[in-house]
């Protein structure tokens, strides 16, 4: 290693460091995109990607789930150990991502995980079966695509939802990303309710929103939390996780504007405010 692939679309670039850490990248010099332990799945190394995990508090024991947004497939794989009965989709829109993810970062399709080369909005407004988690992890070389950001394609997310069922989102509160309010106020208006969840020493942000409502309360969240740890025998103290980010957005933000469909740019870009 290096290796690298290019379907037209950009090089997809896997790296190994001395310790055995393999790295997926848009580019030279690009962020990290997913980091893996190949061969050991519950090993999340991003901090983003444990705090994704707090959806379980949420919904404890999703029977479908699916994930937009591959990477190395470090967050599929982490399900798929700890939720060995549960069926999880994955869509990625470049295949030179699935080629590598399973070459060099150890993901596998079996019977309940199945990776599909696809457009993200396209496979949730299509025909399918409902999910009682949603995970959207769909980060381009150097930003979020605006299709999957707008009112229209989480009103569409929602409506792929089971009762109860809960969207993940994976977004930036950076200067690299100057729509951090504006994706959380779209979110606030999509949903029946929203959560944040800073991630330490990162500018990620993970927005947890609910398709219908809920009365639970901090405490109980992280009870939840707590249950889910024993019972799936997580590798890290998700209660705590719960108990130390969780911030319910209890009134509609009043900074950023609601994205549309219809003020997308060329390239499906979002418009400067």
């Not at 991003?46 to 404890?60: D, E, K, Q």
């Not at 949603?134 to 939802?161: C, K, N, W």
Request: aromatic fraction near 6%.
């Amino acid at each position: 290693m290096p290796d690298e692939r290019d379907d037209g679309s950009g090089p997809v670039i896997v790296t190994e460091d001395a310790e055995g850490r393999r790295s997926l990248r848009f580019g030279d010099g690009g962020a990290r995109q997913s980091v893996v332990w190949p061969g050991e799945p519950l090993r999340l190394e991003l901090p983003y990607t444990r705090m994704v995990m707090v959806a379980l508090a949420f919904v404890p024991r999703p029977e479908n789930i699916l994930a937009i947004g591959l990477g190395g497939g470090a967050i599929p794989m982490f399900l798929r150990a700890v939720l060995p009965d549960t069926h999880i989709d994955v869509v990625e829109l470049d295949a030179a991502v699935v080629d590598a993810a399973k070459d060099y970062c150890g993901f596998q399709e079996d019977a309940l995980l199945r990776a599909h080369v696809a457009d993200g909005r396209a496979f949730i407004e299509a025909e399918g079966p409902p999910y009682d988690l949603i995970i959207l992890d769909a980060y381009g070389a150097d930003q979020i695509p605006g299709h999957l950001a707008t009112r229209e394609f989480l009103g569409a997310v929602r409506a792929r939802l089971t009762r109860g069922g809960a969207v993940v989102g994976n977004v930036w509160e950076s200067a690299a990303n100057p729509h951090f309010d504006a994706m959380v106020r779209t979110y606030q208006v999509s949903f029946h309710g929203l959560s944040v969840f800073e991630v330490p020493t990162s500018t990620n942000r993970i927005l947890v929103g609910l398709e219908g409502p809920s009365r639970l309360t901090r405490e109980a969240l992280v009870d939840r939390a707590r249950r889910v740890e024993r019972e799936l025998r997580l590798p890290f103290r998700l209660s705590s996780l719960v108990a130390q980010r969780y911030r319910p957005l209890t009134r509609r933000l009043g900074r950023g504007r609601v994205l549309t469909d219809a003020e997308l740019g060329p390239g499906g870009l979002i418009p400067e405010e």
